[in-house]
């Protein structure tokens, strides 16, 4: 004998789609295996479902869509068996509850697509980026060769070196310039200038009475650095060369603060 209230029709079609909590499935499970109307019933509900097998791709539903499911199915059990449930109602339900899953299933198919589509086109956008700061990198370090390259060329064919003592806050420091008579180019190099503090930057000067001609400005990174030097005049026209620590733009006129002088 059984009592009409613990039928559990209302679970069938959750039960067909796999959808149940754990609690509900075992209430089934125990039901069916003793009510044959209950069980039949279950069976038709799973046949209708296997028709699910031509509607969509099976792929299992992240629970979020199983518990949407569950409550879109309660609710057309709700809306369209209020007293008695007809076997027409049942097929109706169950068609609705089929087009559901097959909607739901597409969609879950297609955010999932979505999803791996935007991961593979940032991935794409990252790699990009880091190609295009590796290629700057590469182009920065080029010019630095070619750089270094011509500087080289300028100290191999240098016909005179001068050198340059240090003073003041850089009393280790020394420094070679390396020029050839009656030619703009020549190339400083310096070893042991200190750190400078924010701010402020080494100077180069050529000078001669009443001239103290600017030049390139600096900030060494290595112990050794070579610097190149582009005076107006051909560098054997001035008599003396220096170094200087000035504000980080640069000065027109040398400051106090000598840390390298040579005569030319
Ligand atoms: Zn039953």
Request: contains cysteine; proline residues 8%.
């Amino acid at each position: 004998m059984e009592m009409h209230a613990e039928h559990i029709e209302e679970l069938a079609e959750g039960y067909a789609l796999g959808a149940l909590e754990p609690g509900e499935r075992v209430r089934v499970e125990q039901h069916i295996a003793a009510c044959p109307p209950c069980k039949r019933h279950i069976d038709s509900v799973e046949d209708t479902t296997h028709m699910l097998a031509f509607v969509a791709t099976p792929v299992a539903p992240p629970p979020r869509c199983k518990l949407k499911l569950m409550e879109k199915v309660a609710r057309e059990q709700f809306l369209q068996t209020p007293t008695r449930r007809s076997r027409t109602v049942n097929a109706m339900s169950m068609w609705a509850a089929v087009a559901t899953v097959a909607f739901i299933m597409s969609g879950a198919w297609s955010m999932r697509l979505q999803q791996q589509l935007s991961e593979v086109t940032g991935a794409q956008n990252q790699i990009q980026g880091q190609l295009a700061s590796l290629q700057t990198e590469r182009a920065t370090m080029t010019a630095q060769i070619a750089q270094l390259t011509t500087l080289e060329s300028v100290v191999v064919a240098a016909e005179a070196v001068r050198s340059l003592h240090g003073a003041g806050s850089a009393a280790n420091a020394s420094a070679k310039t390396y020029m050839t008579p009656g030619k703009n180019e020549a190339v400083l190099i310096v070893h042991n200038l200190p750190q400078l503090p924010p701010g402020k930057i080494y100077q180069v000067w050529v000078a001669r009475p009443e001239l103290q001609q600017p030049l390139t400005m600096f900030n060494p990174v290595d112990t050794t650095e070579p610097v190149p030097l582009q005076p107006p005049e051909p560098m054997d026209s001035y008599n003396w060369i220096m170094v200087t620590i000035e504000d980080a733009a640069g000065a027109q006129q040398p400051s106090k603060d000598t840390v390298l002088f040579g005569e030319l």
